[in-house]
């Protein structure tokens, strides 16, 4: 295939060849190798633009195939339910993603409210309700861990005990779909109050408050969450690989610093 083509390619040169000089005696103003040029440079653009309906020829033809074999055209909300059915074959009770939705109370008492992180159904009604995010939960025994301080002032810090729960979170980007909505929503119950406390985590023992509200008597707040996505490890290692040592090191603390305040 490849010796056919350039056979041919090689007969149209030649007899541009023949014509530019035949037109060059006659005052033509394009020499053999102009021509040659624009011959050759004509010829490689229609070969990049059949290379390129090619591909997506083909492409459109595995998409097709794909569509037809599962039925439908998926999304991500398609994605994150399978995600949801195979974890829990995979992992085993105590690893699987649970729904991001628990009651807020204390030891031996009733339930002051419920607290929990929901993808809104409709994007753009986001009091249109919404399900529970799933996360991977990990569980620290209040009884067996020293307690968490959270600073009022410079002087004062409140102490809380109880049970830790650390959350794991992977929200599923889909193509050029926009990206869903989440809310924290939190609701307290008719004779009920607890606060809201939002911030992020200042070492082993320290919780660093940023917002804060209190909910009583049948109060609901929905709060909408600004997600900012971190690069992977290998995005990252890329990106800094042509930095000089200065901002590699810069780019590498500053990655240390916002890993450090998603908890």
């Not at 971190?230 to 040592?245: M, R």
């Amino acid at each position: 295939f490849l010796s056919k083509h350039d056979q041919s390619l090689d007969k149209v040169i030649q007899k541009l060849n023949y014509i530019t000089i035949g037109q060059l005696s006659r005052g033509g103003i394009l020499s053999k190798d102009e021509t040659t040029m624009i011959v050759l440079l004509d010829h490689l653009h229609e070969l990049f633009t059949t290379w390129a309906d090619s591909i997506g020829y083909v492409e459109n033809m595995l998409q097709n195939q794909l569509i037809q074999a599962v039925g439908k055209k998926l999304t991500a909300k398609d994605f994150d339910e399978f995600l949801s059915f195979y974890s829990k074959k995979i992992f085993g009770p105590e690893y699987s993603p649970r729904p991001f939705s628990y009651a807020v109370r204390r030891k031996d008492h009733y339930p002051d409210g419920i607290i929990s992180i929901e993808t809104t159904k409709d994007n753009n009604n986001m009091k249109s309700g919404g399900v529970p995010v799933d996360t991977t939960t990990r569980r620290i025994s209040g009884d067996t861990s020293p307690p968490i301080f959270i600073p009022v002032d410079a002087a004062t810090a409140v102490e809380i005990q109880g049970d830790r729960f650390v959350h794991g979170w992977i929200q599923h980007r889909w193509g050029s779909q926009k990206n869903k909505e989440h809310t924290l929503l939190a609701r307290a119950h008719q004779f009920s109050s607890f606060m809201v406390i939002l911030g992020v985590m200042g070492g082993s023992n320290t919780f660093i408050p940023k917002d804060a509200i209190i909910l009583q008597n049948k109060d609901e707040v929905l709060i909408p969450l600004l997600t900012n996505v971190l690069p992977s490890a290998k995005e990252f290692k890329d990106s800094i690989a042509s930095l000089s040592p200065e901002q590699r090191a810069f780019a590498e603390a500053y990655r240390q610093m916002q890993l450090e305040s998603s908890v």
